[in-house]
């Protein structure tokens, strides 16, 4: 029998009829995924309005969450897909990161009960933060840069949001780890930023290979970005290989990055963790940043170095180096003293003051170093306070004494105790220039100690030259000053009994010209000449003085007594123009002969200064009169042989020179031999400037004087100008105080004067052509020449800026393949050309167009054609601003009333524009898949 045949319509219906239940299902389920998707849009609209309701959105977020029905994978595909949307979006705009936090913060709380759902902190990260790290993390490598900037930023923000004691999964960890140090290296700043910032808590600073803590240490030394440097430097654990590094970042070339390592000392570092050296360094580069931000930032730090020793300067001083950083631990002193009450700052050292002075067994470096500051801020404002820690000028006298005289019995085998003693003794000579000297009986009393000092005791050369600058102070009259010192002299150099007067016509043959002697008495004339006024080649004690001691030493052996010497000899040229047109050769000859460099130094000052006070025409014009004399000579010599021929040739002589006549010049007039003349001996001059300025040794020097020279127009030359530009941007002269100088001089040279901007105009394109054509070994090369031309172009105004302009233009046609024509061609478009000339703006305008049609890289000619229509712009407006002119004459009034109608249209528009939501639906879905390398 054979099996029963089922019915095929049956089956067909019932079919049927679990499709249409299944389309049923699916439409139902479409309708709450929809709700569900419409009320999370809504909520996220909501936050990007602002921060007002951010809790009461997330906790409506959550209870969406807690009441869904579609499952875990349903809700955080809706909330990723409403999140792509703030992804794609680069710009830091208030509504995008005001999503994006509300999304970081909405994670770690997602899976938390209601009970902890209010917490301040978080500890743990749920399924839903676990997710959204993963997601993200699969995205950190999208060809998108916003997409990688937002998602870094989502990882760091999660990160931040969780509590300090906060713990994650070792895989998360892990993958976090990695993509975060693969983001450091981005080509973006913005997602350096971002990669820096979240790997701030993944570092560990006690593992001193610690992989997070080099790449911040090498992006603080190479990152190109000021604020990934600075990023970098507020988020580096502290340990002993990142300190150094965030103190050499005090010295970083922007603001911001220096006042972030000092915000980072004042939180993360103690003083005792530092070297002395390194305390030295902060508080040099913070005090002396030109930068009012930065220096407030180091202000701060000294607050709380005074605060960790409970506000005792004096013990502060002792963790400083007060005897080799005098200067500097002054203006820290006085920082200190702007921002504490004076009777605050003054208690440490009245605890240590009796009857108004420290005792003298108890005098240290560092509390007379503070007691001398206290004394200087408090003569002038507070003489109250004065008075309690500054004896009379007599007792202070005797004071200074007993010191001395106690410190001349310290044995020199006692290094330390003799170098502290060398400095108090110091300090206190520096103090009793603070005292009132008015009182007639106390300057008496301190003019019989300086000289008993002097004379008798045992003290340093530095203290020997503060003495004598006590001594002019007190001494009102200066030929007694100048006598008085010539008698100590004297006694010193000829030590004969009964001997009570200096006698200038008698000069022993048995003086003491020992190194020891000579010092002294060299110290003494230095500390003299520079304490008088007048002309030292006719006073005659100081013309013996100088012809007796000086000259004798400069021809000494003993390299400190020829240095001595030179000093006192240059000061004296300083006083006396005699002198220094005298001198000079011989100061040049120093300069090319000696081997010691302290004395090559101070010759090549000593040659500035003569210019600077001088002027080089003054050293010209001797010159000059020196050759005419000469010549006159010859020609009197040649005259005296035959008067016949003489008065033949006259007249022979006077017919040619009115044959010879040019129009406008009169040969009779000398002043064009002249001048001839003074340009041939600067340019001797200029040409040992230059020979200077390739000495390793005289180089920073020679740049420093050739800086002030230019600065105050004694010396104006184009080559030199382009030496000392490029002397500031050579990168082996980093770390160089000439480098400070240098910036100083160029930020301070631009001001309008026709002179220099002519010698910058001389300058410019040497200078960009030895960058150009610098040869591979140099370190020119390094330079970038677009920033030399930059600032040479700040330098200059007006008509300047247009003959640059012509002059680059055709540089550039001649060959512009060149590297020299690359270079200038990236420059052209920096020029300020902002009219002027008609005919040079309009040529300029041929040129750049010619230019034009020489390039073909897109982005050259892209900014080319930006600048040529900038200069178009100037040209069409002089004819663009006399049709306004007609216009406004004929119909003024018509033109007035439809302003008015444009702006009342304008204003209605204004009033009915919408603002669009940040999630508006997009044409098509979002996949951020497609931004993926």
Known sequence: MAPKRKNPTKRRKKTDSTEAQDEQLKKEDSKSESR??????????????????????????????????????????????????????????????????????????????????????????????????????????????????????????????????????????????????????????GVRVQAVNTLNRLQDPSDPECPVIKGYLTIMKTDGVAEVRRAAVKAIAVNSKSLLPIIERTRDTNPGVRRAAY?????????RAMKISYRMK?????????????????????????????????????????????????????EILSHVHVDSAIECLLSRIENKVIPTDQLTCENVFYWRCIVAHTS?????????????????????????VKASAISSEDYDAHYQASYVIQELIKMAKLADMSDEAGRKNLIAVTKFIICEAEITVQSIERLVELYCLAEVNEQTRIKTVAEIIN?????????????????????????????????????????????????????????DLVMTGVVSHNEIVRHLSIKALGLSCILSKTLAKKYLVLFLQIVMVDNYAEILETSLKVIFDLFLVFGIEAFAEDDNEEKKKEKNEDTMSENSQDTLINNSQEDILSSKLENTKIDGEDPENPLESVNKEKDTFSDRIIARFKEFLDDEVLRSVAAEGIAKLMYNRRLVDAQLFSRLLLLWYNPTTEGDPLRHCLGMFFSTLG????????????????????????????????????????????????????????KMCNEILISPTS???????????????????????????????????????????RSLT????????????????????????????????????????????????????????????LDLLDTIT
């Open 36 to 189: 569900l998707l419409s009320k999370m849009k809504s909520i996220m609209e909501s936050v990007q309005k602002g921060y007002t309701h951010q809790a009461k959105n997330i906790e409506k977020l959550w209870e969406l969450k807690q009441a869904n029905e579609e499952g875990e994978d349903v809700f955080f595909n809706h909330f990723w897909y409403l999140l792509q949307h703030a992804c794609l979006i680069s710009a830091r705009e208030p509504p995008t990161e005001r999503i994006i936090q509300f999304c970081c913060k909405f994670a770690i709380r997602a899976d938390l009960d209601r009970e902890s759902f209010t917490d301040a902190e978080v500890s743990q990260t749920g399924p839903f933060a676990v997710k959204l790290f993963s997601t993200a993390l699969k995205y950190h490598n999208a060809n998108n840069k916003a997409v990688r900037f937002r998602l870094c930023q989502i990882v760091n923000s999660i990160l931040t949001s969780l509590g300090g004691d906060a713990e994650i999964d070792e895989d998360l960890f892990n993958k976090i780890y990695t993509c975060m140090l693969e983001r450091l290296k981005d080509k973006v700043p």
């Open 263 to 271: 915000e980072v000392l004042v939180e993360k570092i103690s003083i």
């Open 380 to 404: 002038t404002n507070q003489p109250e306070i004065y008075e309690q820690i500054m004896p009379t000028l007599s007792e202070y006298s005797q004071y200074l004494k007993d010191y001395v």
């Open 819 to 861: 590297p020299y024509g690359r270079c200038l061609i990236k420059v052209l478009p920096h020029c300020g050309v902002v009219g002027g000339d008609q005919a040079n703006l309009k040529l300029i305008h041929s040129l750049v167009e010619q230019i034009i049609e020489e390039v073909d890289h897109v982005s050259t000619k």
């Open 282 to 334: 902060v508080l040099e580069s913070g005090l002396r940043d030109r930068n009012e931000g930065v220096k407030q930032a180091c202000v701060s730090l000294i607050k709380k170095w005074v605060s960790y020793y409970n506000n005792d300067i004096i013990k502060l001083l002792t963790a400083l180096d007060v005897e080799g950083k005098v200067d500097l631990c002054g203006e820290v002193v006085t």
């Open 491 to 547: 006694d010193i150099r000829n030590p004969l009994e009964g001997a009570t007067q200096f006698n200038l016509d008698q000069i022993e043959s048995c003086e003491k010209n020992d190194p020891v002697t000579m010092i002294r008495c060299l110290t003494m004339v230095s500390g003299l000449i520079q304490g008088v006024k007048c002309d030292v080649a006719f006073d005659p004690t100081l013309s013996v003085l100088l012809d």
């Open 751 to 806: 001001g309008g004067n026709e002179e220099l901007m002519e010698v910058v105009e001389q300058a410019f394109f040497p200078t960009l052509a030895t960058i150009c054509d610098a040869p591979h070994t140099s370190p020119l090369l390094e330079i970038n020449p677009a920033n030399v031309a930059e600032l040479m172009l700040s330098l200059l105004r007006g008509r300047h800026h247009e003959q640059i302009a012509i």
């Open 866 to 925: 930006s600048f040529s229509i900038r200069i178009n712009s100037f040209i069409t407006r002089p004819a663009e601003e006399e049709e306004d002119k007609e216009n406004q004459e004929n119909g003024g009034e018509s033109k007035e009333n439809e302003d008015k109608l444009s702006q009342s249209t304008q204003g209605s528009e204004r009033s009915i524009t919408k603002r669009k939501a940040l999630f508006a639906t997009p044409s098509q879905p």
